[in-house]
């Protein structure tokens, strides 16, 4: 479960302001030229390219806090978050604090799964901005940042995390095994074989977690399915009302006694359809890894970042289940 769509909106606005600001102010045109084609990469969710353009840019100018906020914007995106936040704060040293830049550095906190600096900076941004908090999207994203799904409690040090959860409920036994179904994308053709692999390996490490008390096995037909696995390249496709840090859904029916029904999970796999490249294997079976979590009847995510479940896409994360991951699932199937 997860959203990137509202933070993705508040950064295109920053990257418009970011060009036509700076573009009036230059003398020679080939700095403005560069943000422009970097704008342009951007639109194209082309964030590599993107990023080399405002490089270039910056230096032409060096000195310049908006053309730094955005290579910050492109580093969040290509998942160097720290870097990211290292040249915002540098931006800001230069240029001092502006509400597009608390902007930024909320998003990049949001995809780091941090909800707590992520409210903190868009609630500086606001003040900085008061007229941000009559924006629809602003109240949004403070809303969502609120939500207790994005606030994990208990300690990260304890065995397991079932405590923090907002809500656990597994299948029942009467269910298993839970039919699956990996649903191929005709407009992604080549990587089929890789999400196979992927969500195979998730529904492994999750089943070999619980002792195989939960089992499951693949269908030929969605209709057929209990639950259904898509992937995508397109971000507005993986938007939750909870998720921040995770780049998948999962969207369930809950029985009334609160176990899973029948539900679709879907993944990014691809950094929209100009990327150059899809997501590596790793990260892929992360962010299975995760919403599979979620269908398997976890509702709310790990404080602790070492851990599938907690609320961020680490690109360097390991795509492994920590022990903590393991013992709380295996206590929702004892």
């Known amino acids: 479960m997860r959203n990137t769509k509202n933070h993705w909106l508040q950064i295109t606005s920053t990257f418009t302001l970011t060009i036509v600001v700076t573009c009036l102010g230059l003398k020679p045109c080939v700095a403005a030229d560069l943000q422009m084609q970097g704008f342009e990469y951007v639109q194209a969710n082309n964030f590599p390219k993107a990023l080399e353009s405002f490089n270039a840019a910056l230096k032409e100018h060096p000195d310049s806090w908006m053309i730094m906020q955005s290579v910050a914007n492109c580093q969040m ?61 602003v109240l949004a994203a403070i809303s969502k940042l609120q939500d207790p799904e994005n606030n994990p409690t208990g300690s990260p040090a304890a065995p397991d995390y079932l405590s923090g959860l907002t809500m656990a409920k597994g299948w029942p036994k009467a269910a298993m095994p839970i039919k699956v179904h990996a649903r191929q994308n005709i407009q992604l053709p080549g990587f089929y074989p890789v999400f196979q692999a992927a969500i195979t390996d998730a529904f492994e490490q999750w089943c070999s977690a619980t002792g195989n008390a939960f089992s499951y096995k693949f269908v030929n037909s969605a209709d057929a399915a209990d639950l259904v696995c898509d992937y995508t390249d397109r971000r507005e496709l993986v938007s939750s009302r909870h998720e921040l840090g995770i780049d998948g859904i999962a969207e369930m029916l809950l029985k009334q ?40 009847g976890m509702h709310g995510h ?21 022990e903590r991951d393991k013992n709380t699932m295996k206590r929702i199937y004892r």
């Open 257 to 296: 006694d609160q176990s899973p029904g029948k539900g679709t999970l879907c993944f990014l796999v691809k950094d929209g359809p100009g990327a150059p490249t899809f997501r590596s294997r790793e990260l892929v079976t992360r962010c299975c890894l995760h919403e599979v979590g979620h269908a398997l």
């Open 77 to 137: 995106e290509v998942g160097h978050c720290d870097k990211a936040i290292a040249i915002l704060q540098k931006s800001i040293e230069v240029g001092g604090l502006h509400a597009s830049q608390c902007n930024s550095m909320a998003a990049v906190f949001q995809r780091l799964g941090d909800a707590k600096k992520a409210l903190n900076w868009l609630n500086l941004a606001c003040k900085l901005d008061p007229a941000m908090r009559g924006n629809v999207q």
């Open 302 to 322: 790990s404080p602790n970042m070492r851990d599938i479940m907690f609320p961020g896409a680490l690109r360097d994360g390991q795509d492994k289940l920590s």
